[in-house]
Protein backbone atom coordinates (compact mmCIF):
# COMPACT_ATOMS: atom_id res chain seq x y z
CA UNK A 1 0.00 0.00 0.00
CA UNK A 2 2.98 2.38 0.87
CA UNK A 3 4.30 1.85 -3.17
CA UNK A 4 0.91 2.32 -4.31
CA UNK A 5 0.09 5.76 -2.36
CA UNK A 6 3.86 6.65 -3.52
CA UNK A 7 2.89 7.38 -6.89
CA UNK A 8 -0.36 8.44 -6.17
CA UNK A 9 -1.27 10.21 -9.62
CA UNK A 10 -0.05 6.85 -11.65
CA UNK A 11 -2.36 4.81 -9.09
CA UNK A 12 -5.22 6.93 -9.88
CA UNK A 13 -4.96 6.70 -13.40
CA UNK A 14 -4.85 2.82 -13.50
CA UNK A 15 -7.99 2.69 -11.14
CA UNK A 16 -9.57 4.98 -13.20
CA UNK A 17 -8.91 2.60 -16.58
CA UNK A 18 -10.12 0.04 -14.56
CA UNK A 19 -13.49 1.64 -13.10
CA UNK A 20 -14.27 3.10 -16.53
CA UNK A 21 -14.42 -0.85 -17.69
CA UNK A 22 -16.04 -2.30 -14.78
CA UNK A 23 -18.80 0.58 -14.53
CA UNK A 24 -19.33 0.43 -18.39
CA UNK A 25 -19.90 -3.45 -18.67
CA UNK A 26 -21.95 -3.33 -15.18
CA UNK A 27 -24.21 -0.44 -17.00
CA UNK A 28 -24.73 -2.30 -20.09
CA UNK A 29 -25.24 -5.79 -18.91
CA UNK A 30 -28.21 -4.23 -16.46
CA UNK A 31 -29.52 -2.06 -19.01
CA UNK A 32 -29.59 -5.48 -21.07
CA UNK A 33 -31.28 -7.28 -18.50
CA UNK A 34 -33.43 -4.55 -17.55
CA UNK A 35 -35.16 -3.61 -20.87
CA UNK A 36 -35.48 -7.61 -21.58
CA UNK A 37 -37.60 -7.39 -17.96
CA UNK A 38 -39.52 -4.04 -18.93
CA UNK A 39 -40.31 -5.62 -23.03
CA UNK A 40 -41.19 -9.26 -21.92
CA UNK A 41 -43.65 -7.79 -19.04
CA UNK A 42 -45.62 -5.16 -21.76
CA UNK A 43 -45.41 -8.67 -23.97
CA UNK A 44 -47.46 -10.33 -20.69
CA UNK A 45 -49.65 -7.42 -20.73
CA UNK A 46 -50.67 -8.68 -23.96
CA UNK A 47 -52.42 -11.90 -22.45
CA UNK A 48 -50.32 -15.39 -22.23
CA UNK A 49 -52.84 -16.73 -24.26
CA UNK A 50 -53.47 -14.38 -26.62
CA UNK A 51 -53.27 -14.59 -30.85
CA UNK A 52 -53.10 -12.84 -33.74
CA UNK A 53 -54.44 -13.68 -37.18
CA UNK A 54 -53.13 -11.41 -40.17
CA UNK A 55 -53.42 -11.49 -44.04
CA UNK A 56 -50.54 -11.54 -46.25
CA UNK A 57 -50.21 -12.47 -49.86
CA UNK A 58 -49.51 -16.01 -50.81
CA UNK A 59 -47.09 -17.34 -53.56
CA UNK A 60 -48.71 -19.06 -56.49
CA UNK A 61 -45.78 -20.88 -58.19
CA UNK A 62 -43.26 -19.21 -56.98
CA UNK A 63 -44.87 -16.01 -57.81
CA UNK A 64 -46.29 -13.69 -54.62
CA UNK A 65 -50.17 -13.06 -55.82
CA UNK A 66 -51.09 -9.45 -56.78
CA UNK A 67 -54.22 -9.99 -55.00
CA UNK A 68 -54.17 -9.13 -51.47
CA UNK A 69 -54.99 -11.92 -49.25
CA UNK A 70 -58.49 -11.10 -47.06
CA UNK A 71 -59.29 -11.89 -43.42
CA UNK A 72 -63.14 -11.71 -42.18
CA UNK A 73 -65.36 -11.53 -39.95
CA UNK A 74 -66.89 -14.89 -40.57
CA UNK A 75 -63.12 -16.49 -40.50
CA UNK A 76 -62.98 -14.93 -36.51
CA UNK A 77 -66.44 -16.81 -36.06
CA UNK A 78 -65.49 -20.14 -37.84
CA UNK A 79 -62.15 -20.08 -35.90
CA UNK A 80 -64.41 -19.79 -32.35
CA UNK A 81 -67.28 -22.27 -33.28
CA UNK A 82 -64.38 -24.71 -34.85
CA UNK A 83 -61.77 -24.42 -32.56
CA UNK A 84 -61.92 -26.61 -29.18
CA UNK A 85 -58.94 -24.27 -28.24
CA UNK A 86 -60.01 -21.07 -28.96
CA UNK A 87 -62.14 -18.92 -26.24
CA UNK A 88 -63.56 -15.48 -28.25
CA UNK A 89 -62.25 -13.54 -31.44
CA UNK A 90 -61.99 -9.78 -31.82
CA UNK A 91 -61.52 -8.97 -35.79
CA UNK A 92 -60.52 -5.27 -35.84
CA UNK A 93 -59.75 -2.80 -38.30
CA UNK A 94 -57.02 -0.60 -38.28
CA UNK A 95 -56.25 3.47 -39.64
CA UNK A 96 -54.25 6.72 -38.49
CA UNK A 97 -56.94 10.03 -38.04
CA UNK A 98 -57.15 13.11 -36.82
CA UNK A 99 -59.41 13.59 -33.96
CA UNK A 100 -60.26 16.95 -33.13
CA UNK A 101 -62.12 18.93 -30.10
CA UNK A 102 -62.65 22.60 -30.37
CA UNK A 103 -59.16 23.24 -31.73
CA UNK A 104 -57.38 20.77 -29.95
CA UNK A 105 -56.11 17.87 -32.46
CA UNK A 106 -54.62 14.62 -32.06
CA UNK A 107 -53.10 11.58 -34.55
CA UNK A 108 -54.20 8.37 -32.87
CA UNK A 109 -54.04 5.02 -34.10
CA UNK A 110 -57.67 4.82 -35.11
CA UNK A 111 -59.23 0.79 -34.42
CA UNK A 112 -62.94 -0.35 -35.13
CA UNK A 113 -63.44 -3.49 -33.58
CA UNK A 114 -65.60 -5.77 -31.15
CA UNK A 115 -66.44 -5.71 -27.68
CA UNK A 116 -64.31 -8.88 -27.31
CA UNK A 117 -61.20 -6.78 -28.18
CA UNK A 118 -61.51 -5.39 -23.96
CA UNK A 119 -61.19 -8.64 -22.84
CA UNK A 120 -58.64 -10.26 -24.77
CA UNK A 121 -55.68 -7.23 -24.14
CA UNK A 122 -57.29 -6.74 -20.64
CA UNK A 123 -58.06 -3.46 -21.61
CA UNK A 124 -60.40 -1.48 -19.17
CA UNK A 125 -62.08 1.86 -18.65
CA UNK A 126 -60.48 3.75 -16.14
CA UNK A 127 -63.47 6.76 -16.42
CA UNK A 128 -66.96 6.08 -18.74
CA UNK A 129 -67.81 2.68 -19.93
CA UNK A 130 -67.41 0.93 -23.30
CA UNK A 131 -69.97 0.97 -26.50
CA UNK A 132 -72.87 -1.61 -25.62
CA UNK A 133 -73.87 -4.15 -28.32
CA UNK A 134 -76.48 -2.39 -29.58
CA UNK A 135 -73.85 0.35 -30.34
CA UNK A 136 -72.27 -2.23 -32.56
CA UNK A 137 -75.52 -3.17 -34.37
CA UNK A 138 -76.47 0.37 -34.69
CA UNK A 139 -73.08 1.78 -35.90
CA UNK A 140 -73.50 4.26 -33.42
CA UNK A 141 -70.56 7.11 -33.68
CA UNK A 142 -69.39 6.58 -30.05
CA UNK A 143 -65.61 6.49 -29.25
CA UNK A 144 -63.78 4.51 -26.77
CA UNK A 145 -59.96 7.05 -26.32
CA UNK A 146 -56.78 6.59 -24.48
CA UNK A 147 -55.36 8.23 -21.88
CA UNK A 148 -52.51 9.90 -24.25
CA UNK A 149 -55.22 10.61 -26.74
CA UNK A 150 -57.29 12.32 -23.80
CA UNK A 151 -54.47 14.85 -22.54
CA UNK A 152 -53.75 15.69 -25.73
CA UNK A 153 -57.63 16.81 -26.80
CA UNK A 154 -58.87 17.95 -23.41
CA UNK A 155 -56.10 18.51 -20.89
CA UNK A 156 -57.96 18.11 -17.54
CA UNK A 157 -61.14 18.16 -18.92
CA UNK A 158 -63.44 15.34 -18.39
CA UNK A 159 -63.77 13.68 -21.95
CA UNK A 160 -66.98 11.59 -21.13
CA UNK A 161 -69.59 12.91 -22.61
CA UNK A 162 -68.06 15.36 -25.04
CA UNK A 163 -68.16 15.41 -28.87
CA UNK A 164 -65.03 14.72 -30.99
CA UNK A 165 -64.92 15.34 -34.74
CA UNK A 166 -63.21 12.25 -37.39
CA UNK A 167 -63.16 13.22 -40.97
CA UNK A 168 -66.33 14.57 -41.83
CA UNK A 169 -68.57 12.89 -38.45
CA UNK A 170 -68.68 13.80 -34.69
CA UNK A 171 -68.50 11.46 -32.34
CA UNK A 172 -69.59 11.09 -28.54
CA UNK A 173 -66.80 9.96 -26.18
CA UNK A 174 -67.87 6.96 -23.95
CA UNK A 175 -64.79 5.99 -21.73
CA UNK A 176 -61.11 6.35 -21.03
CA UNK A 177 -58.58 3.31 -21.11
CA UNK A 178 -56.65 2.73 -18.44
CA UNK A 179 -53.02 3.98 -18.48
CA UNK A 180 -51.00 1.30 -20.95
CA UNK A 181 -47.61 2.80 -21.65
CA UNK A 182 -45.68 1.45 -24.85
CA UNK A 183 -46.06 -2.10 -26.67
CA UNK A 184 -43.26 -3.99 -26.60
CA UNK A 185 -42.73 -2.86 -30.43
CA UNK A 186 -42.70 0.75 -29.05
CA UNK A 187 -45.81 2.01 -30.13
CA UNK A 188 -47.97 3.67 -27.81
CA UNK A 189 -51.02 2.23 -26.59
CA UNK A 190 -52.58 5.56 -24.94
CA UNK A 191 -52.71 7.41 -28.05
CA UNK A 192 -55.52 5.01 -29.60
CA UNK A 193 -59.18 5.79 -30.66
CA UNK A 194 -61.26 2.64 -30.19
CA UNK A 195 -64.43 2.22 -32.04
CA UNK A 196 -67.52 -0.09 -32.75
CA UNK A 197 -66.37 -1.86 -36.00
CA UNK A 198 -69.59 -1.21 -37.89
CA UNK A 199 -68.91 2.36 -37.48
CA UNK A 200 -65.45 2.32 -38.73
CA UNK A 201 -66.70 0.12 -41.44
CA UNK A 202 -69.04 2.80 -42.53
CA UNK A 203 -67.87 5.95 -41.64
CA UNK A 204 -63.70 5.97 -42.06
CA UNK A 205 -62.41 2.96 -43.61
CA UNK A 206 -63.98 1.92 -47.14
CA UNK A 207 -63.70 -1.85 -47.13
CA UNK A 208 -65.21 -4.90 -48.52
CA UNK A 209 -68.08 -6.30 -46.31
CA UNK A 210 -67.42 -8.35 -43.24
CA UNK A 211 -63.56 -7.55 -44.53
CA UNK A 212 -61.24 -7.09 -41.67
CA UNK A 213 -57.33 -6.65 -41.52
CA UNK A 214 -56.32 -8.97 -38.57
CA UNK A 215 -58.47 -10.67 -36.09
CA UNK A 216 -57.35 -10.94 -32.04
CA UNK A 217 -57.70 -14.66 -30.73
CA UNK A 218 -58.05 -15.78 -27.26
CA UNK A 219 -57.02 -19.90 -26.65
CA UNK A 220 -58.93 -21.63 -23.31
CA UNK A 221 -55.64 -21.48 -21.55
CA UNK A 222 -52.18 -20.50 -21.86
CA UNK A 223 -51.34 -24.28 -21.78
CA UNK A 224 -53.70 -24.89 -25.11
CA UNK A 225 -52.11 -21.61 -27.17
CA UNK A 226 -49.92 -23.80 -29.16
CA UNK A 227 -52.79 -25.93 -30.31
CA UNK A 228 -55.55 -22.97 -31.07
CA UNK A 229 -52.66 -22.00 -33.42
CA UNK A 230 -52.43 -25.21 -35.03
CA UNK A 231 -56.50 -25.33 -35.33
CA UNK A 232 -56.60 -22.04 -36.08
CA UNK A 233 -54.05 -22.59 -39.56
CA UNK A 234 -55.86 -25.69 -40.59
CA UNK A 235 -59.67 -24.03 -40.20
CA UNK A 236 -58.06 -21.12 -42.50
CA UNK A 237 -56.28 -23.30 -45.05
CA UNK A 238 -59.82 -25.30 -45.11
CA UNK A 239 -61.92 -21.95 -45.46
CA UNK A 240 -59.69 -20.51 -47.86
CA UNK A 241 -59.27 -23.34 -50.12
CA UNK A 242 -55.58 -23.63 -49.41
CA UNK A 243 -54.12 -26.73 -51.60
CA UNK A 244 -51.62 -28.59 -49.84
CA UNK A 245 -48.03 -27.62 -50.53
CA UNK A 246 -49.86 -24.10 -51.40
CA UNK A 247 -48.29 -21.25 -48.84
CA UNK A 248 -50.76 -19.95 -46.42
CA UNK A 249 -52.23 -16.46 -47.33
CA UNK A 250 -52.46 -15.74 -43.35
CA UNK A 251 -50.51 -15.47 -40.56
CA UNK A 252 -51.23 -16.54 -36.79
CA UNK A 253 -48.48 -15.72 -33.80
CA UNK A 254 -48.73 -16.70 -30.85
CA UNK A 255 -47.68 -14.68 -27.41
CA UNK A 256 -45.15 -17.13 -27.16
CA UNK A 257 -43.30 -16.55 -30.39
CA UNK A 258 -43.16 -13.06 -29.91
CA UNK A 259 -41.68 -13.93 -26.77
CA UNK A 260 -39.07 -16.07 -28.66
CA UNK A 261 -38.09 -13.48 -31.28
CA UNK A 262 -37.59 -10.78 -28.58
CA UNK A 263 -35.65 -13.11 -26.45
CA UNK A 264 -33.28 -13.88 -29.73
CA UNK A 265 -32.72 -9.93 -30.66
CA UNK A 266 -31.85 -9.54 -26.76
CA UNK A 267 -29.94 -12.26 -26.79
CA UNK A 268 -27.85 -10.76 -29.62
CA UNK A 269 -28.06 -7.28 -28.56
CA UNK A 270 -26.72 -8.27 -24.91
CA UNK A 271 -24.06 -10.11 -26.36
CA UNK A 272 -22.62 -7.12 -28.45
CA UNK A 273 -22.81 -4.54 -26.11
CA UNK A 274 -21.11 -6.24 -23.16
CA UNK A 275 -18.41 -7.40 -25.81
CA UNK A 276 -18.13 -4.22 -26.42
CA UNK A 277 -17.97 -2.62 -23.12
CA UNK A 278 -15.72 -5.71 -22.20
CA UNK A 279 -12.92 -3.51 -24.41
CA UNK A 280 -12.51 -1.02 -22.38
CA UNK A 281 -12.40 -3.40 -19.23
CA UNK A 282 -9.30 -5.19 -21.35
CA UNK A 283 -7.83 -2.10 -22.32
CA UNK A 284 -7.88 -0.75 -18.75
CA UNK A 285 -6.48 -4.47 -17.45
CA UNK A 286 -3.69 -3.74 -20.34
CA UNK A 287 -2.98 0.00 -18.75
CA UNK A 288 -2.44 -2.18 -15.13
CA UNK A 289 -0.05 -4.06 -17.00
CA UNK A 290 1.41 -1.06 -18.27
CA UNK A 291 1.84 0.71 -15.08
CA UNK A 292 3.02 -2.71 -13.39
CA UNK A 293 6.09 -3.01 -16.04
CA UNK A 294 7.05 0.41 -15.74
CA UNK A 295 6.79 0.41 -11.45
CA UNK A 296 9.57 -2.75 -12.06
CA UNK A 297 11.46 -0.52 -14.07
CA UNK A 298 11.83 1.93 -11.80
CA UNK A 299 12.42 -0.14 -8.57
CA UNK A 300 15.54 -1.75 -10.52
CA UNK A 301 17.57 -0.72 -6.92
CA UNK A 302 14.78 -1.56 -4.66
CA UNK A 303 14.25 -4.89 -5.70
CA UNK A 304 18.29 -5.44 -5.75
CA UNK A 305 18.14 -4.43 -2.32
CA UNK A 306 15.84 -6.65 -0.99
CA UNK A 307 17.25 -9.80 -2.93
CA UNK A 308 20.48 -8.77 -1.33
CA UNK A 309 19.06 -8.94 1.69
CA UNK A 310 17.31 -12.46 1.19
CA UNK A 311 14.30 -12.16 -0.45
CA UNK A 312 13.44 -14.51 -3.28
CA UNK A 313 12.21 -14.17 -6.70
CA UNK A 314 9.14 -15.27 -5.26
CA UNK A 315 8.74 -12.87 -2.87
CA UNK A 316 9.47 -9.83 -5.47
CA UNK A 317 6.74 -11.39 -7.57
CA UNK A 318 4.16 -11.56 -4.97
CA UNK A 319 4.25 -7.71 -4.20
CA UNK A 320 4.22 -6.59 -7.57
CA UNK A 321 1.06 -9.34 -7.69
CA UNK A 322 -0.17 -7.62 -4.59
CA UNK A 323 0.21 -3.97 -5.81
CA UNK A 324 -2.02 -4.87 -9.09
CA UNK A 325 -4.61 -6.99 -7.05
CA UNK A 326 -5.18 -3.75 -5.07
CA UNK A 327 -5.23 -1.62 -7.54
CA UNK A 328 -7.80 -3.37 -9.57
CA UNK A 329 -10.32 -4.20 -7.28
CA UNK A 330 -10.73 -0.48 -6.51
CA UNK A 331 -10.82 0.32 -9.36
CA UNK A 332 -13.35 -2.82 -9.12
CA UNK A 333 -15.52 -1.32 -6.25
CA UNK A 334 -15.50 2.07 -7.60
CA UNK A 335 -16.61 0.99 -11.03
CA UNK A 336 -19.44 -1.73 -9.64
CA UNK A 337 -20.55 1.91 -7.43
CA UNK A 338 -20.10 3.68 -10.67
CA UNK A 339 -22.59 1.55 -12.85
CA UNK A 340 -24.85 0.96 -10.02
CA UNK A 341 -26.13 4.99 -9.47
CA UNK A 342 -25.90 5.48 -13.02
CA UNK A 343 -28.61 1.95 -13.24
CA UNK A 344 -30.76 3.70 -10.49
CA UNK A 345 -30.59 6.92 -12.59
CA UNK A 346 -31.53 5.63 -15.78
CA UNK A 347 -34.42 3.47 -14.34
CA UNK A 348 -35.93 6.51 -12.76
CA UNK A 349 -35.76 8.24 -15.38
CA UNK A 350 -37.09 5.25 -17.67
CA UNK A 351 -39.71 4.37 -15.47
CA UNK A 352 -38.48 0.65 -14.86
CA UNK A 353 -39.17 -1.40 -12.00
Not at 52 to 58: G, Q, Y
Not at 161 to 166: L, T
Not at 207 to 234: D, N, W
Not at 253 to 265: H, K, P, T, V, W
Request: hydrophobic residues 45%.
Amino acid sequence: MRAVRRNKLRAGLTILGITIGVAAVVTVTALASGARANVNAQISNLGSNSLIVFARSARASGVRSTTGARLSELDGQALVRESTSIRIAAPFLRSSAQIIYEGQNASPTLVGTRLNYFEIRSWKVARGEPWSPASENLSEKVVVIGAQTARDLFGSLDPVGRMVRIGRHTYRVLGVLEEKGASPFGQSQDDIVLMPITTMRSHVVATRPGEVHAILLSSTSAETSERAKQQAEAILRQRHRIDEGEEDDFAVRSQAEFQAMQDAIFAALSALLVSIAAVSLVVGGIGVMNIMLVSVTERTREIGIRMAIGAREIDILLQFLLEALVLATLGGIVGSALGYGVILGLSSALGWP
